[in-house]
């Protein structure tokens, strides 16, 4: 999965109203910070993003992708 894609999928969480926002990707460890609506932040390497992505796919949430998101 790439950046783009992550990217549209915490776009679509945030819309979801699932997270309440998100950072990244922090380009030094490739991470990302979320910010879940019941939960603390955390940061998560990018290996936990993919698959949290993915959970949020099968749970349904679509991804909302920008045209001014650069293809990585």
Same mark, same amino acid.
């Given at each position: 999965?790439? *950046?783009? *894609?992550?990217? #549209?999928?915490?776009?679509? +969480?945030? #819309? +979801?109203?699932?997270?309440?926002?998100? @950072?990244?990707? =922090?380009?030094? &460890?490739?991470? !990302?910070? $979320?910010?879940?609506? =019941? +939960?603390?932040?955390? &940061?998560?390497?990018?290996?936990?993003?993919?698959?949290?992505?993915?959970?949020?796919?099968? +749970?349904?949430? @679509?991804?909302? !992708?920008? *045209?001014?998101?650069?293809? $990585?």
């Amino acid at each position: 999965m790439i *950046d783009r *894609d992550i990217r #549209a999928m915490l776009r679509g +969480a945030t #819309a +979801a109203k699932i997270l309440y926002g998100w @950072q990244g990707p =922090h380009l030094a &460890e490739r991470s !990302y910070c $979320l910010t879940p609506k =019941h +939960a603390d932040p955390m &940061e998560r390497p990018r290996d936990y993003v993919i698959g949290y992505c993915e959970m949020l796919a099968v +749970a349904g949430v @679509q991804p909302l !992708y920008r *045209d001014s998101d650069p293809v $990585l």
